[in-house]
């Protein structure tokens, strides 16, 4: 499986980004998704969860209220709609897949395949 992600860019304080990660292969909805997001010299870092049918969402507190993860199984592809951003949202955005679908985890440790990441820029 190879996922995709693309989206990325600068934007001011307060603006808004919509994330896209798409899957290639046929076994896209048996996945949990994520987003994770990496800063310069700090560790990687949970975002937001999706479970396989997109029934259930779980977000890090710094995303409650800001983002909103989705997903289109037909089209293999999660997103992830990011407003109010802001400055310490700087980083680089990674989408993850979890083939475990029964588990809940926010570790990267336990993600399966890992897509090359996004740049989001937010300036204050």
């Known amino acids: 499986v190879q996922l995709q992600a693309s989206g990325g860019g600068l934007v001011r304080a307060g603006g808004s980004l919509r994330l896209s990660c798409t899957a290639s292969g046929r076994t896209f909805s048996n996945y949990n998704m994520y987003w994770f997001r990496q800063a310069p010299g700090k560790e990687r870092e949970f975002v937001a969860r999706i479970n396989w049918r997109g029934s259930a969402v779980f977000y890090a507190d710094s995303a409650k209220g800001r983002f909103i993860i989705s997903r289109d199984n037909p089209k293999n592809t999660v997103y992830l709609q990011m407003n109010s951003l802001k400055p310490e949202d700087t980083a680089v955005y990674y989408c993850?897949?979890?083939?475990?679908?029964?588990?809940?985890?926010?570790?990267?440790?336990?993600?399966?395949?890992w897509g090359k990441g996004t740049q989001v820029t937010v300036s204050s």
């Open positions: 993850a897949a979890d083939t475990d679908i029964l588990r809940f985890t926010t570790w990267a440790e336990d993600m399966k395949y």
